[in-house]
């Protein structure tokens, strides 16, 4: 464990946010060097100004290279696109919009600016293809079906501040299988040595919005009892830790009048909140007890509490008892609640996430 672990951010790692920015637009790729090339890892692509691993010139061919995947696969439908606070996501946005513009794509981005759980971009697609007629479609089918549409999230999810991160959800909503990843990434990587049709920069967008936070956060009642969880009068902690989930959970609370303290309201692009990781770096990494410390240590305030990373795909689950639980103990759990409270799933049906998790 690095001596910072667990303490707060000290100002020397903190970053310098407008030339980490300049950084993005300046720095030119070479794809002869592997670490400069498009690389998808989980569904996305991340990487960082400092060694050329994402750029805006990244952006464009990754961005490109989607248009032309999902007009290969029939994909006619709106891109809903999120993003989170990392300080390149704002930057990656406007470089994606400009050349998703050019290609005449259908464009849907969240209100006055605002950011996007990953999970909240998943369920404004299946809303959608699921009015379309999709919600029993699967792979070639759902693709081709009429009007599907697809997401885009910018977000390197609990990597430190300097990275960008840019992933694609195919129609079925969750992250892209790595076929489709892998035919994105080495059409962007062909494309990273030309040039990328784009709509003048700093243009205003052609964009339109819709309050993606607010539909999920209306759908949630179909899913969740809200009466059991006002009834057992539970005092509930929550630290968005400075990511996109922060107007999501003020949502949910006032929606649904539960007993929810936010711990964290503060967005700071250099996440200098933040209580320093086992190795000395700032991750927004809400499995790790170092980078967890803060809601950790006011665990005897809270019945429940629990953290997310910036994109909102992760948990921590705070409890005074054990204080930070292992995520995967929790899946467990909520998975052999719901095979024996869901009445309407099949006998057949299984649950499947990592090794890890499915193992326990």
């Avoid at 949630?220 to 968005?240: E, M, N, S």
């Avoid at 099949?346 to 090794?355: E, I, M, N, S």
């Amino acid at each position: 464990m690095h001596p910072l672990a667990g303490h707060p951010a000290p100002a020397d790692l903190l970053i310098d946010v407008a030339a980490l920015e300049r950084a993005y637009h300046e720095r030119r790729p070479d794809p002869a060097v592997p670490v400069e090339r498009v690389s998808f890892g989980t569904s996305g692509h991340r990487g960082t100004p400092g060694n050329g691993s994402f750029t805006a010139a990244h952006i464009r061919a990754i961005t490109q290279a989607i248009c032309e995947y999902r007009a290969g696969a029939g994909i006619t439908g709106p891109l809903f696109v999120g993003k989170d606070t990392h300080a390149l996501s704002r930057a990656a946005e406007r470089t994606a919009l400009e050349v998703l513009e050019a290609a005449g794509v259908d464009v849907v981005v969240q209100p006055g600016d605002g950011y996007t759980p990953t999970p909240v971009v998943s369920h404004a697609i299946l809303e959608w293809n699921g009015n379309r007629g999709g919600a029993g479609l699967r792979g070639a089918e759902l693709r081709s079906a009429p009007g599907m549409a697809d997401g885009i999230v910018i977000t390197p999810s609990h990597n430190p501040p300097e990275d960008g991160g840019f992933k694609y959800n195919p129609p079925n909503g969750g992250p892209a299988d790595t076929d489709v990843t892998t035919w994105i990434q080495d059409r962007a990587n062909q494309l990273l040595i030309g040039a990328v049709r784009a709509t003048p920069r700093g243009r205003p967008s052609a964009a339109r919005s819709e309050d993606m936070t607010a539909q999920y956060v209306d759908d949630l009642a179909a899913a969740i009892d809200f009466d059991a969880i006002r009834g057992a009068r539970l005092r509930i902690g929550v630290d968005p830790m400075g990511g996109a989930s922060l107007a999501a959970w003020a949502a949910i609370r006032d929606r649904y009048g539960l007993d929810l303290t936010i711990v964290n309201d503060r967005v700071d692009p250099r996440f200098g909140f933040m209580t320093v990781d086992h190795d000395g770096r700032i991750r927004m990494d809400c499995s790790s007890p170092a980078a967890m410390a803060s809601l950790v240590g006011l665990k005897d305030r809270f019945d429940i509490a629990c953290g997310n990373d910036p994109d909102a795909d992760r948990h921590g689950i705070v409890t005074p008892s054990v204080g930070l639980m292992n995520p995967n103990h929790y899946l467990a759990v909520a998975i052999h609640y719901l095979r024996g409270h869901r009445p309407g799933w099949p006998a057949g049906a299984a649950v499947g996430k990592t090794l890890v998790s499915s193992a326990i």
